[in-house]
C-alpha cells in the first residue's frame, strides 16, 4: 500500500493535509495506508447513492465530478486532478448508512488512492483539541469558499460563467503557449456546457464570440487563453474583496472588461440585461 513511488498529485495532496492543520505524522499514517486503483477512460468511480465508506484522492488523470438531476439531466461539478480529494460529500439514505451525494467518472485513465473512512475516524480521535479545532476551521474556510463559488456562479450570465470556467482550467492545468496559457484538458462543447448549465448550441456560440474577440484559440481539442485576454490570470476576483472606490476594478475582471467581455457591473447578485437574455436562451 505504502510501496506506491511519490507522485505530483501524492506531493499536492501531502501539502494540502499539512495546510490544514495536520501533524506530519498523522498525514503519513494516513496516507501512507491507502489503496491505489486504476480506472481507464471514462470508467465510473462511484455513483450516485452507493456506499460512502472511502475517500478518493487522485494522484494521477482528470476526474469529472457530476451532481444528477431527476430529469436525467447532470451538471459538471467539479473537474478533479492530481493532488484533489473527492468522494467525501455523503448524506444518510433511508437506511441511515452513509451514501455518496454525486457520482465520479475518469475523464482520462487515472490512478486513485482509497482512503477507508474508517481508518481516516481513527486517525482523527487520535488529536490533539488545538489540532482538531485548526482542522476544523481550515475546513469551515474550504467548506465557505465553496459556498461563496457557487454563490456567485449562480449570479453570473452565462457567457461570464463560461470565461469563468475557462481562466480556473487554465489556472489549475493550463501549460505555457506562445499565444498564452493552453489547457491541457480535451473538453468538448457538451463537457463545458455541463459545467455551465447551458446548451451545447449556446457554449459554442460563446466560444465563437470569444475566438472573434481574441480571448480564446483552438488547437484540435484543446483550447488556448489567449495572453492579454484576461482568461490567462489566476482568477482571484472570485474572493471577496473590500470595497473599492467607484471606478476600480481588480485582476481578471478589469481586463475583462477592457477587452468587453463582462458588462460593467459589480459581482454581486445583480444581473445585467445581457445575461438575463442569455439565460432566458
Known amino acids: 500500500m505504502n510501496s506506491q513511488p511519490t507522485t505530483p498529485g501524492q506531493t499536492r495532496l501531502l501539502e494540502l493535509l499539512e495546510?490544514?492543520?495536520l501533524p506530519k505524522d498523522a498525514i503519513a499514517g494516513l496516507v501512507g495506508r491507502h489503496t491505489l486503483v486504476r480506472y481507464p477512460k471514462r470508467s465510473p468511480l462511484f455513483l450516485q447513492g452507493s456506499p460512502a465508506d472511502v475517500v478518493f484522492g487522485v494522484f494521477n488523470g482528470l476526474v469529472k465530478v457530476y451532481c444528477p438531476g431527476a430529469d436525467g439531466n447532470r451538471i459538471l461539478v467539479h473537474l478533479a486532478g492530481p493532488g484533489d480529494l473527492i468522494g467525501y460529500?455523503?448524506?444518510?439514505?433511508g437506511n441511515r448508512q452513509r451514501s455518496q451525494m454525486f457520482e465520479a467518472h475518469a475523464l482520462t485513465s487515472c490512478s486513485v488512492a482509497l482512503f477507508t473512512r474508517q481508518h481516516v475516524l481513527k486517525m482523527l480521535r487520535g488529536l490533539d483539541q488545538s489540532v482538531l479545532l485548526k482542522l476544523l476551521e481550515s475546513l469551515n474556510g474550504f467548506w465557505s469558499a465553496l459556498l461563496h463559488r457557487y454563490a456567485v456562479f449562480l449570479s453570473m450570465s452565462l457567457r461570464e460563467r463560461l470565461q469563468m470556467v475557462l481562466a480556473d482550467l487554465g489556472a489549475r492545468f493550463g501549460v505555457n503557449d506562445a499565444r498564452g496559457i493552453m489547457l491541457t484538458p480535451e473538453l468538448a462543447q457538451e463537457e463545458l456546457a455541463e459545467m455551465i448549465g447551458s446548451s451545447r448550441p449556446m457554449v459554442s456560440k460563446l466560444?465563437?464570440?470569444m475566438a472573434e474577440r481574441s480571448m480564446i484559440?483552438?488547437?484540435g481539442r484543446r483550447y488556448i487563453l489567449v495572453r492579454g485576454s484576461g482568461l490567462d490570470l489566476t482568477p482571484q476576483w472570485l474572493l471577496p474583496t473590500a470595497p473599492r472606490p467607484q471606478g476600480e476594478g481588480s485582476g481578471l475582471d478589469a481586463v475583462l472588461r477592457l477587452n468587453g467581455a463582462i458588462p460593467s457591473r459589480s459581482m454581486?447578485?445583480?444581473e445585467s440585461p445581457v445575461g438575463r437574455a442569455e439565460r432566458a436562451a
Open 268 to 270: 454581486g447578485i445583480h
Open 89 to 93: 460529500a455523503d448524506f444518510l439514505d
Open 207 to 209: 466560444l465563437s464570440e
Open 19 to 21: 495546510q490544514w492543520g
Open 217 to 219: 484559440a483552438c488547437q
